[in-house]
């Protein structure tokens, strides 16, 4: 087994069990970060395993969002209106995607960047000015439906479905990291000039991994909606999109559990210092600067190299050959 | 089949108003190991960043086995089997040297957009890597990363790589700079092993190299082809003696 799976099942484990003990950690809490979480691994999939930085990442998060609120507020009831909503969701995503990532795939760096950025300040427009999408008021009260035959209002099955869709998710992310194309992705990241004269078309790369990563992160915005039944402005506006960007950094970008790591501390810091106001954006301001100056990295990442060092520095132990050989492993993880 | 394999037609590139490359009519015979030489600044990478649509040419064409490519991509152009080094050594850093040649055997098997089978559909390339990884000597280093190759090691595995997409032409930029004696030994030889069936451009700077590979040599010089023909002729030629000692060693 290897450790990315070690961890994962430990996680799914420790998740399991929370809605027993409601007293120690809120289930919602625990969905709110699932949520995120997947929605930063999403982003992390383009920033740390394809290499580019994208400011989109709500456009997809809040337009999957609102297609899927709003198809449940109108057939929520029918019993495969769910699943379809979902579907229709991250289609919307993926397709906002393929709009955004195509105009923008032929720039390079800041400029592919600012591209983003721009095209998704139209999606926060048209949020604002469409009707269906409630402008100011967002969508409110959406119904969750059921999901073969499960009535997901109750709020310790929705947890669970949550927790199922999340965990897919995030293994489908780690499947495209260690896939095939996850492979070129990872060659094109390196060393863009040399996987063009291999003959790789490195464009369509970047664009299928931009409209991928958008459909995850639509797929987050989907769950997001169902679970708060409540899709707002936010969910599209640029501060979203800049605090995803925090949260793999702090988590450590290009690992695979580091965007969850920094969605969790985003999150709960978020929560548990809500009293303290709008003051909440300067200490997570700070943090991010701590972390940026101390851990570039991120947690995860300098967690990651700190190990291969030490494990470097056993080489010449045989002892701790077996130990070295799983350092690539590691660091994958 | 073409009698050539490689033509360019009045090749021109001008960068604004600076003419980098200024109407190269050139010819490289099928299989034979072809030296572009010429002071720094000649234009030769330029003219190779022409040839595998790194710049596009601002005038003239380009003829690979009688087909017009003038217009075609990077990409396309590497699939027909046109595949350079780089002068500045590129490898995928952060990759293990056997997944970098991986990489290059990998279009071969037409799976690059599969993202949902898992990366072990990929071990089929193994063995074939690691001959390739033999070949060159860099067996023993299949699985350090790349970044931490000797610069020697890089430019032989960036060979190596090139070697995995099998193509009929090669376009060497350099192959020897900066590599200590052994090293340059080493990739001499390489090269000329490698030559056999195919077809070998490249740029050098070593004559030593130049002198025992090639069987034929073009000197650029500003853009424009001074001399061509065998090494005892070229290097006979007053007016590359000229370029040489006015323009510094080559
Ligand atoms: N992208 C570019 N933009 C402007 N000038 C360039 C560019 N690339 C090369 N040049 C110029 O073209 C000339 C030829 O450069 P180059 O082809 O690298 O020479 P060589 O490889 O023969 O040493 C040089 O004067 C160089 O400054
Ligand atoms: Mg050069």
New interface residues.
Partial sequence: MSNTVKIFLVLIGLALVVPFVPGLIYPVFVMKVMCYGLFACAFNLLLGFTGLVSFAHAAFLGSAGYVTGALMIRFGNHPLGMPAAFGAGVAAAALVGFAIGGLAIRRRGIYFAMITLALSQIVYFLAVQIRWTGGEDGLQGIPRGSLFGLDLSSDTVMYYVTLALFAAGFLFVD??V???????L??VR??E??????????DR?KL?AFV?SAAIAGYAGAMKALVFQLVSLNDVSLHTSTEVVLMTLLGGVGTIFGPLLGAGLVVGLQNYLATIGDLVTVVIGLIFIVCVSFFRRGIVGEFLHLRRRRAERGKTRPVLTATRAEA?AVEAA | MAEHALVTEGLTKAFGGFTAVRGVDFVVRRHAIHALIGPNGAGKTTFFNLLTKVHTPTGGRILYEGTDITHESSAAIARRGIVRSFQISATFPHMSVRDNVRVALQRRLGTQYWFWRSIRSLSVLDDRAMALLTDVGLADYAETNAADLSYGRKRTLEIATTLALDPPLLLLDEPTQGMALDDVDRIKRLIRRIAVGRTILMVEHNMSVVADLCDTITVLQRGEILAEGSYEAVSADPGVKAAYLGGGHA
């Fill in positions: 499947r495209v260690h896939s095939p194309f996850g492979q070129i990872q060659a390196d060393n000039a040399r996987a063009t004269s291999l003959g790789y078309d490195t790369f299928l991928i690539p």
